[in-house]
């Protein structure tokens, strides 16, 4: 059992959490994540290692809500406990002196963007951050991704803070405007990170993603997380999860995350039932609807 040692809300569906996993933070580095089971009739998740604390031996996990076993870990706080928690798995990112680097976090994907950036600036890199979300109450860890950057670009869809609009707006005017941009690395939405990957491309400028298909058993054996890659079939447990963006096929990606939407959606209906909720009649993927279900009474 893996012990909750804190908890804290950093927006209204997304949740931190500080578990005692001593092995696992001894040995992690950027890039890599957890496969987690919250109890015996669980399902398997993966989840990036958002940080860790060697002398504490605690990783961090930061966890958004949109379906039935990230829903359910929002019950979750300190002094609970995950039943495993199973890593570092995936391969570490690869950090260089490039230049200039631009990181990219869209929604949560900020959470899994945050070690790498800070790595990149480590190594030497001026570093420039895009954070994106569709409202200001959806941006997180802008206080540390502040204190890191040495630009920092904000936007959210409605204008509520910073610019109104997409990162990838502000990414095509810093490709006209800079004189060189030597690497970006992007995480988000699978839309947002297809999108990064075309405006780059027609500049030649290095781009990773880091990709995020269902995963099962994270060790290459089950073929779940397979991608396209170049053309070839990668595993994105194993040989990933971040690759060239500019060879990620996509639109195959997309399909494949798909399959089981109408299984994902029985199952949290069938999980807020037996919560005593009524059965959602909005998809479950509607931020109100999952917001309504589990917004803290404090929040
Ligand atoms: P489900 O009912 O399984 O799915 C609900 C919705 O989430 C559907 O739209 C479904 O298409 C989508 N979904 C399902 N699996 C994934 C997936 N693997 N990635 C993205 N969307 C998915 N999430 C975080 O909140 N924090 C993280 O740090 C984080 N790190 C990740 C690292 C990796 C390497 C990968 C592959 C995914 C990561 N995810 C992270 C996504 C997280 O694993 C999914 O949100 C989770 O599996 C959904 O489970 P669920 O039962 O709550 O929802
Ligand atoms: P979101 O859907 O609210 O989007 C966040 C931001 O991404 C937007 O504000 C916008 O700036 C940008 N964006 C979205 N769609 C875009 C498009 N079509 N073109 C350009 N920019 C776009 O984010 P969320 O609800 O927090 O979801 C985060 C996403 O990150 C999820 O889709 C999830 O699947 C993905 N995710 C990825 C990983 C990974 O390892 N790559 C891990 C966890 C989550
Ligand atoms: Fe099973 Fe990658 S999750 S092969």
Redesign the pocket.
């Known amino acids: 059992m893996y012990e909750i040692l804190d908890d804290r809300y950093l927006s209204p569906n ?1 949740k931190q959490f500080e578990v005692l996993a001593n092995r696992i933070a001894r040995k992690q580095q950027p890039g890599q ?1 957890v496969i987690i089971r919250l109890h015996d009739r669980g ?1 398997r ?6 940080d860790s604390d060697r002398e504490r031996g605690t990783i961090q ?13 929002m019950n979750l706080s300190r002094g609970d406990a995950i039943l495993n928690v199973v890593g570092p ?2 391969i570490p990112s690869h950090i260089d002196l490039f230049g200039t680097a631009v990181a990219i976090g869209g929604g ?1 994907g900020a ?2 963007t945050y070690p790498i950036a800070r790595a990149l600036k480590e190594k030497g890199n001026r570093l420039i951050t895009i954070l994106g979300a569709s409202q200001e109450n959806q941006l997180i860890l802008l206080d540390k991704f502040s204190e890191l950057s040495d630009q920092i670009y904000v936007t959210t869809d409605d204008g509520s803070l910073g610019e109104k609009g997409k990162v990838t707006d502000v990414l095509m005017r810093l490709i006209e405007e800079e004189p060189a941009i030597d690497y970006v690395h992007a995480v988000g939405p699978l839309q947002m990170m297809e999108e990064v990957s075309r405006l780059t491309k027609k500049s030649n400028i290095q781009t990773v993603v ?6 099962v058993d994270g060790t290459g054996m089950c073929g779940g ?1 397979r991608v396209r890659i170049g053309g070839e079939t990668r595993f ?2 194993v040989d ?2 971040e690759f060239n963006a500019h060879e990620v096929d996509f639109k195959t990606l997309n399909q494949r ?2 399959m ?2 109408d ?3 029985e ?2 209906d069938r999980f807020n039932l037996e919560q005593g909720s009524e059965k959602s009649t909005s998809s ?2 509607d931020p109100d609807c999952k917001l309504k279900k589990i917004l803290p009474s404090n929040f």
Do not use: D, H
């Not at 880091?210 to 995963?215: D, T």
């Open positions: 997304v994540f399902e998740i993966p989840l990036t290692i958002a996990l930061i966890v958004k809500a949109v379906g039935k076993t990230t829903q359910e870990m798995l995936g949560v959470a899994i880091s990709l995020n298909p269902i995963m997380c994105a447990c990933g999860p995350n798909e089981y939407l299984q994902e959606r199952s949290l479950p993927f």
